[in-house]
């Protein structure tokens, strides 16, 4: 894909979706910019004569079909869709309410599939495109207090991984994307993060502590929303996208030291396993 190529921006009025948004009209693309508010979305990205900001609540399938059809009576197509929203559900499993672990998958799970849902007839009668899904380190290794965001991420892995074959033959790329910590909006209280409902005493201790750890993190992680949007704009750019992009040194590592612990598993019980064959 080389030219100027029409984004598709999903969670565009903050946080990282700002940045991939400035990252992709700097480069000389149209960009297609959403989120739940068009007015704040333009505020926050600035006036551009290349860009048009659209309403969207990615959890409304009707209004994902309204914002392609914005995007393409003024563009005419759309090259690149990026699933950038979505929010955390943070606690243990236990303190987190049915209701809540049903909103994490409607929105970070449901919602990507709603949209790329209404993106791909258009991607398909070009015969060419690529679908950019944000997932997380927390997509690929389960962690602590993530009961409910990670099981969310680990769908979207398994969906991105199987929605490539299903693209292909029409010229439409995947790639997911893995960040590690950047200091994006997703640890803000009340807004990306959402901390558990229910109360039980035998988590309550490491209930508290794990939210004064997670709350002193925000605006302190390592990673720089900035780069991580120049990286994405330069592999879409290129001829071909990455089945993942792992995004950061934490989550290189951290994957690394999974892949190896699971290597030993396999080596370890190997035996066992080549026994379970059907031998007549």
Request: charge should be negative; hydrophobic fraction near 40%.
């Amino acid at each position: 894909m080389v030219g100027s190529n029409v984004w598709f921006i999903t969670g565009a009025g903050r946080g990282l979706g700002i940045d991939i948004a400035q990252s992709a009209l700097s480069a000389g693309h149209k960009v297609v910019a959403t989120g739940r508010n068009a007015d704040k979305v333009l505020a926050a990205i600035g006036e551009h004569e290349d860009l048009l900001t659209v309403s969207l609540d990615i959890t409304d399938p009707a209004a994902a079909d309204n914002a392609v059809q914005a995007a393409v009576d003024r563009f005419g197509r759309i090259d690149v869709l990026v699933n950038n929203a979505g929010n955390f559900y943070a606690g243990y499993f236990e303190n987190i309410s049915d209701e809540q672990l049903r909103k994490q998958m409607e929105t970070n799970f449901f919602g990507p599939l709603n949209v790329t849902r209404s993106v791909l007839p258009v991607m398909r009668k070009q015969r060419s495109g690529q679908v950019i899904t944000i997932t997380s380190a927390a997509g690929l290794i389960g962690q602590e207090f993530c009961a409910a965001y990670a099981p969310s991420k680990f769908a979207l892995e398994g969906w991105m991984e199987s929605l490539r074959y299903d693209l292909d033959p029409y010229g439409i790329k995947t790639m997911a994307v893995e960040p590690g910590f950047f200091r994006t909006e997703l640890l803000v209280e009340g807004s990306s993060t959402i901390w558990p409902e229910l109360v039980i005493e035998d988590y309550a201790e490491r209930t508290a502590q794990t939210i004064a750890a997670w709350s002193s993190m925000n605006g302190q992680q390592g990673g720089d929303p900035k780069k991580l949007a120049q990286a994405l704009v330069t592999l879409s750019d290129s001829k071909e996208l990455p089945l993942r992009f792992l995004a950061g040194a934490d989550v290189m590592g951290s994957v690394e030291q999974n892949l190896a612990v699971i290597q030993g598993q396999i080596d370890a019980h190997r035996d066992l396993s080549s026994s379970l064959n059907y031998e007549g």
